[in-house]
Protein backbone atom coordinates (compact mmCIF):
# COMPACT_ATOMS: atom_id res chain seq x y z
CA UNK A 1 0.00 0.00 0.00
CA UNK A 2 2.14 3.09 -1.25
CA UNK A 3 1.55 6.56 0.31
CA UNK A 4 3.10 9.28 2.52
CA UNK A 5 2.71 8.70 6.46
CA UNK A 6 3.36 11.17 8.92
CA UNK A 7 3.37 10.81 12.60
CA UNK A 8 1.98 11.69 14.98
CA UNK A 9 -1.31 12.66 14.37
CA UNK A 10 -1.63 14.99 16.91
CA UNK A 11 1.33 16.35 18.63
CA UNK A 12 1.49 18.88 22.12
CA UNK A 13 4.48 20.70 22.83
CA UNK A 14 5.17 22.93 25.88
CA UNK A 15 6.88 26.43 24.59
CA UNK A 16 10.55 26.82 24.08
CA UNK A 17 10.90 22.98 23.10
CA UNK A 18 11.78 21.74 19.57
CA UNK A 19 9.70 19.21 18.18
CA UNK A 20 10.28 16.82 15.26
CA UNK A 21 7.31 15.97 12.81
CA UNK A 22 8.04 12.46 10.69
CA UNK A 23 7.13 12.18 7.22
CA UNK A 24 8.37 8.71 5.33
CA UNK A 25 7.10 7.77 1.70
CA UNK A 26 7.29 4.61 -0.19
CA UNK A 27 6.47 6.25 -3.42
CA UNK A 28 10.27 5.98 -4.78
CA UNK A 29 9.56 10.36 -5.68
CA UNK A 30 12.84 12.14 -5.95
CA UNK A 31 10.88 15.05 -4.18
CA UNK A 32 9.27 16.10 -0.81
CA UNK A 33 7.66 19.41 1.01
CA UNK A 34 6.47 20.53 3.77
CA UNK A 35 4.12 22.96 4.45
CA UNK A 36 1.75 24.52 7.13
CA UNK A 37 -1.84 25.42 6.56
CA UNK A 38 -3.20 28.19 8.99
CA UNK A 39 -7.22 28.60 9.07
CA UNK A 40 -8.21 30.99 6.03
CA UNK A 41 -4.61 31.24 4.61
CA UNK A 42 -4.19 27.90 2.41
CA UNK A 43 -1.24 26.09 2.18
CA UNK A 44 2.29 27.82 2.69
CA UNK A 45 5.52 26.13 1.56
CA UNK A 46 8.29 25.69 4.39
CA UNK A 47 10.71 23.77 3.05
CA UNK A 48 11.42 21.58 -0.12
CA UNK A 49 14.23 18.26 -1.14
CA UNK A 50 14.81 17.76 -4.73
CA UNK A 51 17.04 14.93 -4.12
CA UNK A 52 18.83 13.20 -1.27
CA UNK A 53 21.09 15.44 1.06
CA UNK A 54 19.94 18.84 -0.77
CA UNK A 55 17.25 21.13 0.50
CA UNK A 56 16.02 24.25 -0.19
CA UNK A 57 13.69 27.21 1.92
CA UNK A 58 10.32 27.94 1.12
CA UNK A 59 8.26 31.23 1.59
CA UNK A 60 8.41 30.24 5.87
CA UNK A 61 11.50 28.67 6.57
CA UNK A 62 12.85 30.76 10.05
CA UNK A 63 12.21 28.73 13.06
CA UNK A 64 12.05 25.31 10.79
CA UNK A 65 14.87 22.90 9.78
CA UNK A 66 14.62 19.65 7.82
CA UNK A 67 17.09 17.09 7.10
CA UNK A 68 17.02 14.63 3.93
CA UNK A 69 19.42 11.79 4.76
CA UNK A 70 17.58 9.03 2.88
CA UNK A 71 15.21 9.48 -0.15
CA UNK A 72 12.30 7.85 1.78
CA UNK A 73 12.36 10.33 5.04
CA UNK A 74 11.99 14.24 4.89
CA UNK A 75 11.47 14.77 8.88
CA UNK A 76 10.95 18.55 9.92
CA UNK A 77 11.86 20.38 13.14
CA UNK A 78 10.17 23.11 14.63
CA UNK A 79 12.56 24.68 16.77
CA UNK A 80 11.84 27.38 20.21
CA UNK A 81 12.48 29.67 17.42
CA UNK A 82 9.10 29.71 15.69
CA UNK A 83 6.96 32.21 16.89
CA UNK A 84 3.96 30.79 16.45
CA UNK A 85 4.38 27.04 15.89
CA UNK A 86 0.34 25.61 16.44
CA UNK A 87 -0.75 24.90 12.92
CA UNK A 88 -1.79 21.69 10.85
CA UNK A 89 1.48 20.31 8.92
CA UNK A 90 1.57 18.89 5.51
CA UNK A 91 3.94 16.48 4.29
CA UNK A 92 3.84 16.02 0.58
CA UNK A 93 5.63 14.13 -2.43
CA UNK A 94 6.11 14.28 -6.02
CA UNK A 95 8.13 12.22 -8.73
CA UNK A 96 10.29 15.45 -9.11
CA UNK A 97 10.22 19.00 -8.93
CA UNK A 98 9.68 19.05 -12.51
CA UNK A 99 6.27 21.74 -13.00
CA UNK A 100 4.16 19.58 -14.54
CA UNK A 101 4.10 16.65 -11.68
CA UNK A 102 1.14 16.82 -9.14
CA UNK A 103 1.70 16.12 -5.51
CA UNK A 104 0.82 13.75 -2.88
CA UNK A 105 0.42 14.28 0.89
CA UNK A 106 0.18 12.69 3.92
CA UNK A 107 -2.70 13.04 6.00
CA UNK A 108 -1.23 15.96 8.05
CA UNK A 109 -0.23 16.20 12.23
CA UNK A 110 -1.09 18.58 14.35
CA UNK A 111 0.78 20.62 16.51
CA UNK A 112 -0.24 22.56 19.41
CA UNK A 113 2.13 24.55 21.33
CA UNK A 114 1.34 25.94 24.85
CA UNK B 1 6.34 36.04 -8.72
CA UNK B 2 3.20 33.94 -9.20
CA UNK B 3 -0.22 33.75 -7.05
CA UNK B 4 -3.39 32.36 -7.12
CA UNK B 5 -7.00 34.09 -5.99
CA UNK B 6 -10.26 32.08 -5.48
CA UNK B 7 -12.24 34.98 -4.83
CA UNK B 8 -15.28 32.86 -2.85
CA UNK B 9 -14.55 31.25 0.64
CA UNK B 10 -17.76 29.22 0.32
CA UNK B 11 -19.72 28.06 -2.40
CA UNK B 12 -23.44 26.65 -1.82
CA UNK B 13 -25.03 24.22 -3.85
CA UNK B 14 -27.83 21.92 -3.67
CA UNK B 15 -27.45 18.28 -4.49
CA UNK B 16 -28.24 17.21 -7.90
CA UNK B 17 -27.37 21.16 -9.15
CA UNK B 18 -23.93 21.73 -11.39
CA UNK B 19 -21.24 23.60 -9.66
CA UNK B 20 -18.61 25.92 -9.97
CA UNK B 21 -15.71 26.62 -7.71
CA UNK B 22 -13.45 29.73 -9.18
CA UNK B 23 -9.83 30.07 -9.53
CA UNK B 24 -7.18 32.92 -11.42
CA UNK B 25 -3.73 32.92 -11.80
CA UNK B 26 -0.80 34.99 -12.10
CA UNK B 27 2.57 34.07 -13.49
CA UNK B 28 4.98 35.63 -15.65
CA UNK B 29 5.29 32.72 -18.13
CA UNK B 30 3.03 30.00 -19.28
CA UNK B 31 1.30 27.99 -16.11
CA UNK B 32 0.68 24.11 -15.04
CA UNK B 33 -2.55 24.37 -13.04
CA UNK B 34 -3.68 21.81 -10.13
CA UNK B 35 -6.99 21.65 -7.93
CA UNK B 36 -6.86 19.24 -5.24
CA UNK B 37 -9.22 18.72 -2.50
CA UNK B 38 -8.87 18.61 1.39
CA UNK B 39 -11.55 16.64 3.59
CA UNK B 40 -11.85 17.72 7.40
CA UNK B 41 -8.49 17.18 8.84
CA UNK B 42 -7.17 15.00 6.36
CA UNK B 43 -4.24 15.76 3.41
CA UNK B 44 -4.75 17.06 -0.05
CA UNK B 45 -6.09 14.49 -2.62
CA UNK B 46 -5.49 15.76 -5.90
CA UNK B 47 -8.23 16.30 -8.63
CA UNK B 48 -7.02 17.58 -11.95
CA UNK B 49 -4.16 19.15 -13.61
CA UNK B 50 -3.44 21.44 -16.77
CA UNK B 51 -0.26 20.88 -18.53
CA UNK B 52 -1.24 21.21 -22.54
CA UNK B 53 -3.52 20.73 -24.83
CA UNK B 54 -6.68 20.67 -24.52
CA UNK B 55 -8.43 23.45 -22.08
CA UNK B 56 -11.33 21.48 -20.84
CA UNK B 57 -9.23 19.34 -18.42
CA UNK B 58 -11.15 15.83 -16.74
CA UNK B 59 -10.27 14.66 -13.49
CA UNK B 60 -11.61 12.50 -10.71
CA UNK B 61 -14.93 11.71 -8.78
CA UNK B 62 -16.33 13.90 -11.92
CA UNK B 63 -14.73 16.70 -11.88
CA UNK B 64 -13.13 18.98 -14.86
CA UNK B 65 -11.89 22.38 -15.65
CA UNK B 66 -11.80 24.81 -17.85
CA UNK B 67 -8.17 26.36 -18.91
CA UNK B 68 -9.24 29.98 -19.80
CA UNK B 69 -6.10 31.67 -20.50
CA UNK B 70 -6.95 35.41 -22.01
CA UNK B 71 -9.09 35.20 -18.34
CA UNK B 72 -6.11 33.46 -16.28
CA UNK B 73 -8.73 31.82 -15.05
CA UNK B 74 -8.52 27.79 -14.20
CA UNK B 75 -12.39 26.99 -12.69
CA UNK B 76 -13.33 23.71 -11.61
CA UNK B 77 -16.93 22.51 -12.69
CA UNK B 78 -19.27 19.41 -11.86
CA UNK B 79 -22.69 19.08 -13.77
CA UNK B 80 -24.24 16.95 -10.94
CA UNK B 81 -22.98 18.11 -7.47
CA UNK B 82 -23.21 15.24 -4.73
CA UNK B 83 -23.05 15.33 -0.82
CA UNK B 84 -20.35 13.95 -0.80
CA UNK B 85 -18.75 16.55 -2.76
CA UNK B 86 -18.81 18.93 -0.12
CA UNK B 87 -14.87 19.11 1.25
CA UNK B 88 -12.28 22.26 0.64
CA UNK B 89 -11.36 22.87 -2.53
CA UNK B 90 -7.50 24.12 -3.34
CA UNK B 91 -6.17 25.24 -6.94
CA UNK B 92 -2.76 25.74 -7.56
CA UNK B 93 0.03 27.09 -9.60
CA UNK B 94 3.20 26.53 -10.90
CA UNK B 95 5.20 28.80 -13.42
CA UNK B 96 6.41 26.16 -15.84
CA UNK B 97 10.12 28.76 -16.61
CA UNK B 98 10.81 29.78 -13.25
CA UNK B 99 9.97 28.49 -9.62
CA UNK B 100 10.85 24.93 -9.97
CA UNK B 101 9.55 22.94 -7.17
CA UNK B 102 7.16 25.46 -6.39
CA UNK B 103 3.70 25.49 -6.23
CA UNK B 104 1.57 28.37 -5.29
CA UNK B 105 -1.88 27.62 -3.97
CA UNK B 106 -5.10 29.65 -3.13
CA UNK B 107 -6.35 29.76 0.23
CA UNK B 108 -8.88 27.27 -0.34
CA UNK B 109 -12.98 27.40 -1.38
CA UNK B 110 -15.18 25.53 1.03
CA UNK B 111 -17.96 23.80 -1.43
CA UNK B 112 -21.09 22.74 0.84
CA UNK B 113 -23.72 20.79 -1.02
CA UNK B 114 -27.11 20.02 0.57
CA UNK B 115 -29.55 17.58 -0.28
Redesign the interface.
Same mark, same amino acid.
Given at each position: DGG?T /?SPKYLFRKEGQNVTLSCEQNLNHD =?MYW?RQDP $? /? &????IY?S?IVNDF /?K &?DIAEGYSVSREKKESFPLTVTSAQKNPTAFY !?C =?SSIS? #???Y? /??? +?? +?T?LTVT | AQSVAQPE @?QVNVAEGNPLTVKCTYSVSGNP?L?W?VQYP *??? !???LL?Y?TGDNLVKGSYGFEAEFNKSQTSFHLKKPSALVSDSALY?CAV? @??ET *? =? &?? #?T? $? @? $?TTLTVKP
Open positions: I /Q =AY $G /Q &GLRLYQ /Q &G !L =AT #SSSE /QYF +GP +GR | @DYFY *NRG !LQFKIFR @DR *N =A &GK #SF $G @D $G
